[in-house]
């Protein structure tokens, strides 16, 4: 089956910039997706991407996927600490994740003062 | 604009006995549904989908079921609670052909003792 790998964790300075990094293997993945989870709250999507797309760009956030290699990033520009929280990598083989997502166990990015 | 509910927020039940979680969804109509589970260090995982009243899919082999009894409403369900049925629901919802976006509830936080 489809399979999604993160980082658990990454620590990075405040005003810094975080990359967090997510592989896949499913190549027939249509739509990737960034999701953030703040403590003991839902997910919320970020951003995504189309697999026909090599980045995106929205504000702080920069999507960067390469498709040969099964690579997604997602870099948060100026860190700071409302960043802080579970960054959840997911894809979907289907139009717009009509039978579900694929998650990935999730980052934790730890902002330090 | 469209809102996503959970019932109950948090829960606690000593193994064997039933469980009965809902999800409610406002403002849209004929909505794909979804359950999802986040266990501690395994990330979010797929459970059941809906398309439809009375449709539902099971992704993976469970004590667990699902019910959607309203085109609005999802339902998960257990008889007897297991010990390994601890962790964090998630409902979602997605309005296919739409938008590539899932929207996600607040979550219930289910611990089985």
């Known amino acids: 089956g489809e399979d999604v790998e993160q980082s658990l964790f990454l620590s990075v300075r405040e005003g810094d910039s975080s990359v967090i990094n997510c592989t896949y293997t499913?190549?027939?993945?249509?739509?990737l997706y960034w999701y953030k989870q703040e403590p003991g709250a839902g997910l919320q999507l970020l951003t995504y991407i189309f697999s026909n797309m090599d980045m995106k760009q929205d504000q702080r956030l920069t999507v960067l996927l390469n498709k040969k290699d099964k690579h997604l990033s997602l870099r948060i520009a100026d860190t700071q600490t409302g960043d802080s929280a579970i960054y959840f990598c997911?894809?979907?083989?289907?139009?717009?994740?009509?039978?579900?997502?694929?998650f990935g166990k999730g980052t934790h990015l730890i902002i330090q003062p | 604009s469209q809102t996503i509910h959970q019932w109950p927020a948090t829960l606690v039940q000593p193994v064997g006995s039933p469980l009965s979680l809902e999800c409610t969804v406002e403002g849209t109509s004929n909505p794909n549904l979804y359950w999802y589970r986040q266990a501690a260090g395994r990330g979010l995982q797929l459970l059941f989908y809906?398309?439809?009243?009375?449709?539902i899919s099971s992704e993976v082999p469970q004590n667990l079921s699902a019910s959607r009894p309203q085109d609005r409403q999802f339902i998960l369900s257990s008889k007897k609670l297991l010990l390994s049925d601890s962790g964090f629901y998630l409902c979602?919802?997605?309005?296919?052909?739409?938008?590539?976006?899932?929207?996600f509830g607040p979550g219930t936080r289910l611990t089985v003792l």
């Open positions: 499913d190549s027939s993945s249509t739509y």
């Open positions: 809906s398309v439809g009243i009375g449709q």
């Open positions: 979602a919802w997605h309005l296919a052909g739409i938008n590539n976006e899932q929207f």
């Open positions: 997911a894809e979907t083989d289907s139009g717009g994740g009509a039978d579900g997502l694929t």
